[in-house]
């Protein structure tokens, strides 16, 4: 029988996913180790609250009806290392930037949503890993293991999921502090990206979008309106919902409505990995009202689409579900057309967003895992062509990328080439956009969306 212990006790939703196939679960190797944890984290208070995700349900409810734009980013994995209030406020500012251009050629609001507070573990598609004939457990995210190729470091630790609860206070800490201080008024961000442009290789390309920005806020001064006042700094965190022993002692019932919630994040994804309709997460996902989103990949098919929709949003709110491709530049046309006009057709209100990253990942020559600049554009471009010639509404990007000058993905307007990724590649897990190349797409997305003319290929990795 499903049961949900007092909100006071801090504990939720048991006995309806703990039967099932969980996949990329970790083999925790102590039992009452785990048990201990969850305790502790049922007892703790929650991260974020159930007006804070209602309020994104709302907002993510615009995106899905075609009147906003969702803009999600942050880090592929966190670390407890990099928890930092400088760090953090690096990616917001980064965003903050971005969101603007966006919201100047789109001419709608943009959601900004960060890949923060609790990405700290990844699905990994092997357990183990082999280096110079010795084999270990797969590195599954600071969350779960450490980063080190040791026996003692990778051996799942649950005390681990503690120390995330922790790193994930202190980074919503430093967000609502930066949000809080009228830090991203439109003026400072404005002259932030001004500042990015004159330093920038393709500064022609993007100065017709900083020359419209510029008329705009002429315009607002001259009817007397303050510029300086429109703060948009409305920030709002997420993670893949990948470890529910995490989840699970997190979640929280609402004392005003009677409504679950995850307490771990504004909005939870479950991932391309871990979308089966009879496992574990998409149980769970069904009972939390959050705003949910999927990943989907390009084995994806119009009757599973269907049938997440079945599972995840039988109601047909706006702003509950959001689905998150990942097709890859050459897959994008084939595969999308299918999947959005299926779902349309069934009545379905999901919003549809642009992962551009994961579906594009290689291998350099010196065995870095990279991702080409000019191929995450062009996954974008067709994502945006895909649903312009469907009639239906573009709904935004999911990017993996820091405010950090790291050198991780090649390209971009300072054409980083496969050398360069030897100078600063610091991601524990997959390749991220540098706040440059961050910026870059933000602008070419913009002019395309503005169109003055086609988003020019980007220069060679």
Known sequence: MDTLKSETSGVALVNTWSGLPAAQRPDWPDPAALHRVTEELAGAPPLVFADECDRLRDRLAAVARGEALLLQGGDCAETFAQASADSVHRKLTTM??????????ASVPVVKVGRLAGQYAKPRSQPVETRDGVTLPTYRGDAVNGFDFTAEARVPDPERLLRMYRASSSTLNAVRAFTARGHAGLSQVHEWNRDFIAGSPLRGTYETIAAGIDRALHFMRATG?????????????????????YEGPLTRRDPRTGRVHAASGHMLWIGERTRDLDGAHVEYFSRIDNPIGVKLGPTATPDTVLRLIDRLDPDGEPGRLTFVVRLGADRVRDVLPDLVEKATASGARVAWVCDPMHGNTMEAPSGHKTRRFDDILAEVRGFFEVHRALGTHAGGIHVELTGDDVTECVGGGHDLGFPDLFDRYESACDPRLNRGQSLDLAFLVAEFLHGDRPVPDGPAA
């Open 96 to 105: 903050m930037q971005m969101a603007a251009v966006l919201t100047y050629a």
């Open 225 to 245: 309106a303050r510029p300086d006042h429109f703060d948009d700094a409305e920030f709002y965190v997420s993670h893949e919902g990948l470890l529910l022993d």
